[in-house]
Every structure is written in C-alpha cells, then in structure tokens.
C-alpha cells in the first residue's frame, strides 16, 4: 500500500507536520449539502474492503463516526491507490482521476509528514489519529530485528520492512526474506511452514494473524523490535482535505479529538481486532 510507495523513498528520515482542484467542498458547502464524502483506499484491510456490497474497516467506521457527530450523512469514496501518496492526494483530494470522478472532501490514512505536507500545496494534512509501528510476530519475543537471522521472515513484497530486511545487515537475510502480495498471504505461510515469522506495520501484522490455525496463532507473540539503521520505525496516520477546506479540517479534527478523548477511537480499533496506538507528542 502507500506505505511501500512513500516511506521507502524516506528509509532514514521521519518528519511530522501540517501542510499548507473534481470538487472537495469546504465546511458551509458540506453542511449545506448534508453530505461528508470521506475518501478510503480500495482493498486495504484491515482499515478499509468492501464486504457484502459495504465498504468496511477501521478507517470507514471513523469516517461514518465523524460524519455522525457532524450531522452529516457519510458517503465512503474508494480510491485505488497510485504509484505514490502524491498521486492519491492528486486523485483523491483536489483533482479528481484522469479519467473522471469525484473527490473526497476528508481522505483517511494519510501519512502526516513534513515533506510530503511540503511538497503538496493543493492539500492539508491534518489531525493524526492513529501511531504506525513496525512489528515482528514469532514463536518468542523479538528485541532487534537481528534475532531475525535465523528465521524465515514472511513480507509483503515492495513494502518497508522487504526493502529494510533486503539491503540490512549487507544483504545478509535478503535470501531467508520470503515475499508476498499481502500479509494475510504471509501470515499462511506460517501455517504451511514456509516462514518462521512476519514482519510488518502492527496493524497489518495484528490482522494477518487471523488467518492462523488457532493453534499457530496462540504461539505467536507480537513485539516492537529494535531495528538498527532504520530510524523510520513508527510514523504517525492522519487526514487530508483539499486546500480550500482548512475550515472543514479544523472542524473534523476537533470530532476526531473527541474521539480519541473519550475512547471511541480505541474502540474503532478494538472491535477491528487492532491495539489502539495514540500518536506520539
């Protein structure tokens, strides 16, 4: 997902800031409307997938939640993920796709990021609501991703952790790195004992698990490894809106810290299987 295509090309830097046109409306045009079009990115469990005819996951239930305490009606917009977050900001945001669409006035799953804020001025970045981690889940707790040597390790294939385990260490566990189209993929592969272990953004490692034998799953423990010469280890999740709708921004980013106050944020994550990680200060 967007994390293989905007966080690789930042392996050893981490920012986090604000950032300073299809028609993304701004606060009084959604109110008139009635209507919150909150954008979510096309089969990403286990934040956003479509089941039984509904688009489902974390990120639309906050979205249908904000929409909610605004009064307003949610109206989930899918967007098929481009080759960078630039693009999908493009895409999803101010512009529209090439080939025609609406945008979404609010766009969930953002990374909420200085240079990426820096070099999108036709959006605003805003109100982190969730702390991303990379996680590595085994048959015991994992202090450094070195402990890894030994292991048959279980990625996504073009994400962060393939490219870190790929180039770490000299190359050492390039060939004991065995890649997949998704973590659920991966989290199979234990079962059939082609891997030993998977390592991943928690979220997705968390949900991935689920696909174990109940067996499998109970011996396999979940830990923040150390992760020597990758300083990007956690980066935080936000929003976005056009770049005319700061007004709409700030009102749903007050929602959403009333989300996170009075614990229906952690529930969201909760109920989806996922710990609730508030976002750094």
């Known amino acids: 997902m967007w994390i293989k295509r905007v966080l690789t090309g930042a392996i050893l830097c981490v920012g986090v800031a604000l950032a300073g046109a299809a028609q993304a409306a701004p606060l009084d045009t959604v109110r008139e409307r009635g209507t919150l ?3 979510v990115y096309r089969d990403f469990p286990p934040f956003s997938s479509v089941e039984k005819g509904q688009v489902v ?11 909610h305490r605004m009064t307003l009606t949610p109206s989930i ?30 766009m969930m799953h953002i990374p909420y990021d200085l240079n990426l804020g820096a070099r999108n001025d036709m959006a605003v970045l805003f109100s982190p609501y969730y702390q991303e981690t990379l996680a590595v889940a085994r048959s015991r707790p994992t202090l450094s991703v070195v402990e890894l040597s030994e ?20 190359g050492s566990m390039r060939d004991s790195t065995h890649r ?22 928690r979220s997705q490692i968390e949900d991935a698990l689920r696909h174990l ?12 490894p150390g992760t020597p010469g990758l300083s990007m280890q956690s980066w935080p999740l936000g929003m976005a809106v056009k770049v005319d709708s700061r007004d709409l921004a700030y009102a749903v980013g007050d929602v959403v810290a009333a989300m996170v106050a009075d614990g229906t944020m952690a529930a969201i994550f909760q109920k989806h299987g996922l710990t609730y990680q508030k976002v750094n200060e």
């Open 37 to 39: 079009t909150i954008g």
């Open 180 to 201: 997949y189209l998704t973590y659920a993929d991966a989290a199979r592969a234990i079962d059939s004992g082609e891997v030993t272990a998977l390592m991943g953004p």
């Open 77 to 106: 917009l899918e967007i098929t993920a481009d080759e960078d977050v630039d693009d999908d900001l493009r895409n999803g945001v101010w512009r529209g796709p090439v080939t025609g669409g609406v945008v979404a006035d609010v």
């Open 57 to 67: 996951g974390v990120d639309a239930d906050i979205g249908r939640e904000i929409a």
């Open 213 to 224: 034998t109940p067996d499998q799953r109970q011996k396999m423990v979940l830990s923040i």
């Open 151 to 170: 292991e048959r390790v279980g990625v996504e294939l073009d994400s962060l952790s393939d490219l870190y385990l790929s180039g770490a260490f000299g």
